[in-house]
């Protein structure tokens, strides 16, 4: 999650120097009318500054070191951008980082403007990029990503030595074009190609439920800079349509902008009640209360529900556990992802970046639910043929084969209702069977074969009738009949 706050990171920066020259004047003024214990907290502060200084030393010594007496020549560049790396590396955290000019533009364009890619928010891992969440409707999405996928290579490339940025860097590109990953899921490794497409501008997509035209469902994707604006919007249509309740999805959102998250938990919370607290390293939290000063006076009083699961993160915990806390809503789903820190950026004139964990972020009641998340009120989720791993499509099943393709091949021509025998992992008569009354029925080459187009078209089925079939959304209509 970035955190947009009134003062700029840089600004921050600006007032702790102004807070050394204060208390650089409250020393000298002490001295004249004090005694002892103030000359202590100033030699104190004394070394403190010389410790800082002699480790700036030494990281200066060995930069002159290096790029004067190693063997070959190196870039200045090269070595300031390995100094900065280094102490980020040192920190172990995933969400601290130092971007590059291009890796800059990409998460402003994330969090501001359309891009050509696949659509997945991902977060390093400790020997691969790990997917937070898919974006509805981007080709990740519609390919069956899931969260907490990991992506071991892309484009043919191993991941485990990339950096975060670059990896987004490699999997973003002009529109129409493939990218390639390879994904590990519960052990096993596939490869997936998708066509990069424009990842959409809106994060916020309004419709009335189809069995029931009174409730609402909002679906947000991510937090930019427009999100609480979109969401206003879709509750005002949504109203004019006739809609008495809400249902709000953050399935699958990994999060965004947390001044958004402040502005769209207030509409649904009471002035004055606590949305957020943030705690930085100095000790006391900041309590963020809702109110005008984010929702301007806009407010949802209608029965709302809100659906989470493993792919929502960081401000849709924020906006999820604000509402659940202090609005009484309820949740429904799978427990959520856990991300309870906050980033900001420090611009550089060349463009680059420091993107820093300046803090974490506390539930309305001062939990923490950082690698824990949030658990549903009501626990609903897709059937386990959901999260079966798809076959390989690349990779030709036939009779006698056997292995974990096989069981997953076998799973999926049962929940579609052809008998493919058990579900053991071996590739029977029954199994082949059951691929030709599949291929006859769809109009493909009968050969009892698992091949490309057979597998491709039975995974697309698959998705379309899980998505048909929506247990959560049902029991978030159950809970507001």
């Known amino acids: 999650m970035t955190k947009k706050a009134s003062s700029s990171f840089k600004e921050k920066l600006f007032k702790k120097r102004l807070g050394f020259i204060g208390i650089f004047v409250s020393i000298v003024v002490s001295l004249l009318v004090g005694g002892g214990s103030v000359y202590y907290f100033m030699n104190k502060q004394v070394k403190e500054l010389e410790t800082a200084n002699q480790s700036l030393g030494k990281i200066s010594s060995v930069y002159s070191t290096l790029y004067y007496n190693y063997y070959k020549q190196i870039p200045q560049k090269k070595l300031t951008d390995g100094a900065i790396n280094g102490m980020i590396s040192a920190l172990g955290d995933p969400f601290s980082e130092y971007m590059s000019?291009?890796?800059?533009?990409?998460?402003?364009?994330?969090?501001?403007?359309?891009?050509?890619?696949?659509?997945?928010?991902?977060?390093?891992?400790?020997?691969?990029?790990?997917?937070?969440?898919?974006?509805?409707?981007?080709?990740?999405?519609?390919?069956?990503?899931?969260?907490?996928?990991?992506?071991?290579?892309?484009?043919?490339?191993?991941?485990?030595?990339?950096?975060?940025?670059?990896?987004?860097?490699?999997?973003?590109?002009?529109?129409?074009?493939?990218?390639?990953?390879?994904?590990?899921?519960?052990?096993?490794?596939?490869?997936?190609?998708?066509?990069?497409?424009?990842?959409?501008?809106?994060?916020?997509?309004?419709?009335?439920?189809?069995?029931?035209?009174?409730?609402?469902?909002?679906?947000?994707?991510?937090?930019?800079?427009?999100?609480?604006?979109?969401?206003?919007?879709?509750?005002?249509?949504?109203?004019?349509?006739?809609?008495?309740?809400?249902?709000?999805?953050?399935?699958?959102?990994?999060?965004?902008?947390?001044?958004?998250?402040?502005?769209?938990?207030?509409?649904?919370?009471?002035?004055?009640?606590?949305?957020?607290?943030?705690?930085?390293?100095?000790?006391?939290?900041?309590i963020y209360r809702a109110g005008k000063q984010f929702d301007n006076g806009f407010k949802v009083h209608e029965k709302t529900v809100v659906l989470i699961n493993g792919g929502s993160a960081s401000a849709a915990e924020?906006?999820?556990?604000?509402?659940?806390?202090?609005?009484?809503?309820?949740?429904?789903?799978?427990?959520?992802?856990?991300?309870?820190t906050v980033q900001n950026t420090l611009p550089f004139k060349d463009k680059t970046e420091l993107k820093l964990t300046i803090a974490k972020w506390l539930t309305p009641n001062g939990t923490w639910i950082h690698h824990k998340g949030l658990q549903p009120d009501i626990k609903a989720d897709y059937p386990s043929i959901a999260y079966v791993l798809a076959p390989n499509v690349n990779k030709e099943l036939k009779l006698d084969d056997s292995g974990s393709s096989v069981e997953s091949l076998q799973k999926m021509l049962n929940f579609l209702g052809y008998d493919a025998g058990k579900e053991n992992g071996y590739f029977s008569e029954k199994t082949q069977k059951a691929v030709e009354a599949y291929q006859k029925e769809n109009k493909l080459t009968v050969n009892g074969k698992a091949d490309t187009k057979t597998l491709t078209t039975l995974e697309t089925q698959i998705s379309q009738k899980i998505n048909q079939n929506d247990p959560v959304l049902e029991k978030a209509e159950e809970e507001l009949r």
């Open 101 to 286: 000019e291009t890796e800059s533009s990409n998460l402003n364009d994330t969090m501001s403007g359309s891009f050509g890619g696949i659509g997945t928010q991902v977060e390093k891992s400790s020997n691969a990029i790990k997917v937070i969440a898919p974006i509805a409707g981007t080709p990740a999405s519609k390919a069956g990503i899931k969260a907490n996928d990991l992506i071991v290579k892309i484009n043919g490339r191993q991941t485990s030595g990339m950096t975060l940025n670059k990896a987004v860097q490699i999997m973003r590109g002009k529109v129409g074009t493939k990218v390639t990953i390879t994904i590990k899921r519960n052990g096993q490794t596939f490869d997936k190609t998708l066509v990069r497409a424009k990842i959409p501008v809106k994060t916020v997509t309004e419709t009335l439920d189809s069995k029931n035209k009174s409730i609402g469902v909002i679906a947000v994707t991510t937090f930019s800079q427009n999100t609480a604006k979109e969401m206003k919007q879709a509750i005002v249509s949504l109203r004019k349509q006739g809609a008495k309740s809400f249902v709000i999805d953050m399935r699958n959102n990994p999060g965004g902008l947390m001044d958004q998250a402040l502005k769209m938990s207030s509409m649904f919370v009471k002035d004055g009640k606590v949305i957020l607290q943030v705690a930085s390293r100095s000790g006391k939290p900041t």
């Open 318 to 340: 924020i906006f999820s556990s604000a509402l659940r806390q202090s609005a009484g809503v309820k949740l429904i789903g799978t427990k959520s992802y856990g991300k309870g």
